[in-house]
Nanobody, 125 residues
Framework: QLQLVESGGGLVQAGDSLSLSCTAS????????MGWFRQAPGKERELVAA????????RYADSVKGRFTISRDHANNTVYLQMNSLQPEDTAVYYC??????????????????WGQGTQVTVSS
């Protein structure tokens, strides 16, 4: 069973940066397409960034393009989400997710099989 653990969340000011980590155990992440999602209070969970199983393809929500970067470190079995120029509207619980597929990026929330517990990101104005 693949297990995912997120870390790196916290309270920052607008304009600051944060780097989230998602470390896997049980299986190697190189076999999985990965996604970062977020859920703000009262809102649905939404895709922020996705990476194909080999990391060769990525996709971003329009709201974070140019500010967030998803990357993979297979040696450490970790996926990262680098978040720059954070804004109050980025405040949410951030989740990483995985699905075992050799296709391209996976965009649908319901297509992911494994989820982490989430990490809170709060951006003050």
């Amino acid at each position: 069973q693949l297990q995912l653990v997120e870390s790196g969340g916290g309270l920052v000011q607008a304009g600051d940066s944060l780097s989230l980590s998602c470390t896997a155990s049980g299986y190697t992440l190189s076999r999985y397409a990965m996604g970062w999602f977020r859920q703000a209070p009262g809102k649905e969970r939404e895709l922020v960034a996705a990476s194909s199983w080999g990391g060769g393809s990525t996709r971003y929500a329009d709201s974070v393009k140019g500010r967030f970067t998803i990357s993979r470190d297979h040696a450490n079995n970790t996926v990262y989400l680098q978040m720059n120029s954070l804004q109050p509207e980025d405040t949410a619980v951030y989740y990483c997710a995985a699905v075992g597929t050799r296709g391209g990026v996976v965009l649908g929330l319901n297509q992911y099989d494994y989820w982490g517990q989430g990490t809170q990101v709060t951006v003050s104005s």
